[in-house]
Every structure is written in structure tokens, then in C-alpha cells.
């Protein structure tokens, strides 16, 4: 049976190993950093990591940090970043799992807006859509422009203002864009 719940401190290392596991060479080092850089952040920022579990192994890891206004500060909505299965597990739908989990904590925590930098033919899935982001800056130069998407969260709230967006100290690496 396959769980979801919040990641820890101490699934650091396992963490790690998941997106070691399912990303390709030229991205691995730097996304499982990424990956646990962000595990720390949970305890300062509104950052939240979820991991899927199944027989004690861990899975599957998506975060959710939040994503604010470079010139306010202010909040402005998350960013889903990274994301990763396990190659053994994949394609059971826990992808799908942990991208829906997080997106309900959003909705229900309010947030108008999700960001995701990816590849849209799994994202467009979610109803991530690049013409919606492309009114919000990204903090540094993409290197895949039409992999920058967002999603809207709520009919209800307008969403927030254009402009350009800073992000949690762990994903403020060039490189990672
Ligand atoms: C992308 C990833 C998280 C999907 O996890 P998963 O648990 O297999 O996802 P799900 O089971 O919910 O969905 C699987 C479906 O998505 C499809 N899919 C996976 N990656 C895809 C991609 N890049 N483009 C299009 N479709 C993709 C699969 O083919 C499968 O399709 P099907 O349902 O028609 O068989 C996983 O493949 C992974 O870790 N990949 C390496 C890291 C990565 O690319 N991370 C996200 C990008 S930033």
C-alpha cells in the first residue's frame, strides 16, 4: 500500500537517492541537491515536501515552496519543484498522487497560483499552462522557455499582479534554471 505524508529531516538521505535514481546524468547532482537543500527549508519557509511511501520505501518526492514579488516581497503563489519517482515505481500513478496531494493543501491554504518548470507534456496533464505564466518573470534566464507553467488554483480570487518573481533561497541557483 502506497502513502503519502509530509517529508522530514531525516528522510534526507533517501530523498537523495530518488532523484539520483530517476533523473538523467546531466541534471541528478544538482536536482537531488536541490532536493534536500529544500527538506531543510520546511523548518523557515512555507515550504512543504511530500514523499510517497510504500513498504517502508520511500518512492516518490515532489516540494512546494513559495514563490514572492522581487519588488514587494509579498507572497505571490508556490512553484512545485523538484519532482521525482522512483524509476522501479513509476508509471503507478504516484506522480499523479503527489501533485494532486499538494495541489489540495494549496487550494486549501488559499494560494491563487501554482509555477512549475518542466516538461508541459507531463505537466499540461495537471492543467499547467505556459500562456498563464507568461506574465510572471522567473528569477534567472531560462534555459527551456516553454517549460515555464503555471496553474490556477481558484476561480473565486483574482490572480495576483505581473511582475517578476524571487523564490526560496535553495532554488535562487542559475543553474537550476
Ligand atoms: C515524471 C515522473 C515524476 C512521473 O512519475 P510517475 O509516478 O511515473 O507518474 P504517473 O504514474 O502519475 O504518470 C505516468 C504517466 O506520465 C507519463 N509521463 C512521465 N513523464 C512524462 C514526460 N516527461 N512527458 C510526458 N509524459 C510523461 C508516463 O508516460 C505515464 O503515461 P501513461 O499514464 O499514459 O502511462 C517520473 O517519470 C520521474 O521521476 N521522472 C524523472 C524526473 C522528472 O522528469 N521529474 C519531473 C520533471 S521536472
Redo the contacts with the bound molecule.
Keep these: 500500500m502506497i502513502q503519502t505524508r509530509q517529508a522530514q529531516l531525516h528522510d534526507r538521505d533517501r530523498v537523495r537517492d530518488?532523484?539520483l535514481a530517476?533523473?538523467?546524468d546531466a541534471e541528478r547532482k544538482a536536482?537531488a541537491e536541490l532536493a534536500v537543500n529544500l527538506l531543510a527549508e520546511q523548518k523557515t519557509t512555507e515550504t512543504f515536501a511530500l514523499v510517497a511511501e510504500a513498504d517502508g520505501n520511500l518512492i516518490?518526492h515532489?516540494v512546494f515552496s513559495p514563490v514572492m514579488c522581487v519588488d514587494t516581497g509579498n507572497d505571490l503563489g508556490y512553484i512545485l519543484?523538484?519532482?521525482?519517482?522512483?524509476?522501479t515505481?513509476?508509471?503507478?500513478?504516484?506522480?499523479?498522487?503527489?501533485?494532486e496531494a499538494g495541489i489540495k493543501r494549496l487550494s486549501d491554504l488559499g494560494v491563487s497560483i501554482v509555477f512549475?518548470?518542466?516538461?508541459?507534456?507531463?505537466?499540461g496533464?495537471f492543467g499547467f499552462d505556459a500562456d498563464l505564466a507568461t506574465e510572471y518573470v522567473p528569477p534567472y534566464q531560462l534555459q527551456y522557455e516553454f517549460?515555464w507553467q503555471a496553474k490556477r488554483l481558484t476561480d473565486i480570487q483574482g490572480l495576483p499582479s505581473p511582475g517578476k518573481l524571487t523564490c526560496v533561497d535553495s532554488l535562487m541557483e542559475p543553474q537550476l534554471w
Excluded at 81 to 87: D, I, R, S
Excluded at 89 to 99: M, P
Excluded at 116 to 123: A, E, L, R, S
Design positions: 530518488i532523484h530517476a533523473f538523467p536536482v516518490g515532489v519543484a523538484p519532482l521525482a519517482v522512483h524509476p515505481y513509476q508509471k503507478r500513478g504516484i506522480g499523479t498522487n503527489l501533485i512549475v518548470y518542466g516538461d508541459p507534456n507531463y505537466y496533464r517549460g
